[in-house]
Every structure is written in structure tokens, then in C-alpha cells.
């Protein structure tokens, strides 16, 4: 499975991106699709998923209704709006894929750190300045 992100950039806080990741090389439906992210000197923490065969979403609780995460099946991508952008969510945000969609709950994406996760794009920058 192979994944790009794209979509990141620089925004005033209150701002919104909106980040995609494609996915290739696998059976899209089969698939779990989460957002992490880092910041520098921080761990890796879990943002959002969902279970492509059902569309089932979920949240870290930071997210506080600010982010949404969707999927098109037809372009094989995940997105993931984020509105109401903060300087606390500047970081790297890495999409990553569950080959089993098991790992996509909303513990562990409160919780995991990923590591269970069998794919990871490169990733893209998201700079949210005050």
C-alpha cells in the first residue's frame, strides 16, 4: 500500500486546511485510514480514523468537533478537514493504513500510537501560526 498526503501548508490560527491522502496498491474497502501527527520533540499522536467498509469515523478528543475525517471510495482517499486551526496543531500529520481495519476505535485513536498501523505516507507540514 502506498500513501500521499498532500494538502498541508500555513495558516493564521482560526484558519482551515484540508488534507488528503491517496491511496494505492490495496483493496480501498478493506482498509482502516488514520491521521497522526508530530510535533517536534512530541510523541506521535493519533488525530482520526475511519473503517472504510463502513464509513465509521473517530476522534481523539483534542479534535473537539474542529476536525472531520471522510473517505471517497471511487478516488481511493481519505480527507481530513480542519477548521478552527490552533498553534497547538502545528506538526507533521502522516496518514497511515490498517490492512485488517481493526485498529481504527475510537481508544485507540485516543490511546495508540500507531505502531499497530502497517503503512505510513511521508506525510506534509501543517504550520498554524498566532
Known amino acids: 500500500v502506498q500513501l500521499v498526503e498532500s494538502g498541508g501548508g500555513w495558516v493564521q490560527a482560526g484558519g482551515s486546511l484540508r488534507l488528503s491522502c491517496l491511496a494505492s496498491?490495496?483493496?480501498?474497502?478493506?482498509?482502516?485510514i488514520a491521521w497522526y501527527r508530530q510535533a517536534p520533540g512530541k510523541e506521535r499522536e493519533g488525530v482520526a480514523c475511519?473503517?472504510?467498509?463502513?464509513?465509521?469515523?473517530y476522534y481523539a478528543d483534542f479534535v473537539k468537533g474542529r476536525f472531520t475525517i471522510s473517505a471517497d471510495n471511487a478516488k481511493n482517499s481519505v480527507y481530513l478537514e480542519m477548521n478552527m486551526l490552533e498553534p497547538e496543531d502545528t506538526a507533521r500529520y502522516f496518514c497511515?493504513?490498517?490492512?485488517?481495519?481493526?485498529?481504527?476505535?475510537?481508544?485507540?485513536?485516543?490511546?495508540?500510537?500507531?505502531?499497530?498501523?502497517?503503512?505510513w505516507g511521508q506525510g506534509t507540514q501543517v504550520t498554524v501560526s498566532s
Open positions: 475511519i473503517r472504510m467498509r463502513d464509513s465509521s469515523p
Open positions: 496498491g490495496s483493496t480501498f474497502r478493506d482498509l482502516a
Open positions: 497511515a493504513a490498517d490492512v485488517l481495519g481493526i485498529y481504527c476505535t475510537g481508544p485507540y485513536i485516543q490511546h495508540g500510537l500507531g505502531n499497530e498501523y502497517d503503512y
